[in-house]
């Protein structure tokens, strides 16, 4: 699963006991604490493979500790991919709030900030796109319901700006929005945080492609090479 | 795993027997049979939940039989994922040897025959980028490998792009390269063969995009939006 692993951090040597501590009254610190080393897990072994007490080793905690917090492994696995919905939905909704943004820019935007999102999120967000079909089918709806608006907002972006007269009319809306998704999501398979490439410039570079992509698609793809210097 | 499943062939309702059969003597179709079963059985189950005896029952055929072919469940996958390989390398090679192509119409040609490849195998490439990371060390590397000689391919592409004048020499090849392999793989995740949109369509606009980025990356990118009509 993974190619190029974020550093995992070590188990803390320390065993702690969470016990007595409900979920609702656990701070959001520990709950943090728990979310973050079921990422390191699953990411390391592999949701499939891995289990609550590998999960629990990780912490440094008992597994009937762990169970205050959760049922289920699959409890993980959603609270996670939860999270890395309600994060990219803020960005969604931040940059939609953003006033007086020509489409495209506003389209610039959005894909320079999740870039960099998921550059600093690789863990989560492969163990999303590996992983969400494990969820049952109840959750899983749930997720794919919140990503629904993230392609819808992209496509409408695209056809204000074919009516805006800025992309050919004769693409496809969906298909330049999938393109652009495939843009945004890869990197969590070929970025290394660890390379010469900082989040802010993959996030700057893959906006202009996309955008780059998007103005430039259909009868401009194919224009001439000096089109660049126009 | 799968969201948008392509048509899966019901496993046929007769048992053979293949004993007595060495994977050396074994007719090619058979042997193609085989791992057509096992691409489907490891998408509909994931492959790291599937068994060889899934395998077996998906062909109709004594699970001792189908030892004749593989020794272990990785032989399946390995050789299913080394076949994806050879096909796309044959795609590389044919597109490297047509003549009097410019950079980046040739990365053009090249994008649209890979799209469509992806667009008609979902099964294998989705497998393909789901579980290559299960194979173990030294198979994984040679399919690594290969994958790093089409990386180096496009990027040599853009490279000479850059030195005709045709993309901004400021842009790194290496970023633009990765974001073209988004817009080439994601497709697996989200064409639907049942849609609208055909494989050659697809493989049309998904081209026009990763050109259209690449050509207009950088300044051109962030240029008003009238550039398309100059």
Redesign the interface.
Known sequence: ???TPPTAKPAPARRRSLAGKSPKGAPRRRDEEVLEAAARVFYRR?Y??ASVQDVADEIGILKGSLYHYIKTKEDLLFRLLEGVHEEVGTILREVAAVPDL?P?DRLHLYVSRQVEYNARNLMRISIY??DV?RLSDERRRAIYKQRGGHEAFVAELIRQ?QA?????PE??PQ??A??A???????Y???NPKGR?GPQA?AK??A???????????A???AP?A????
Request: glycine share 12%; charged share 20%.
């Open positions: 699963m993974k190619e592999g499939a493979d020509a495209l796109y590996h079909a700006a805006a007269g800025e992309v050919d693409q496809d298909l330049l999938n393109c998704f495939g843009n945004v999501i890869w990197v398979r070929w970025y490439l993959l570079g893959a202009d492609f996309v955008v780059g992509g998007i103005r430039h698609s259909g401009a793809a194919a090479a089109d660049l210097a126009a």
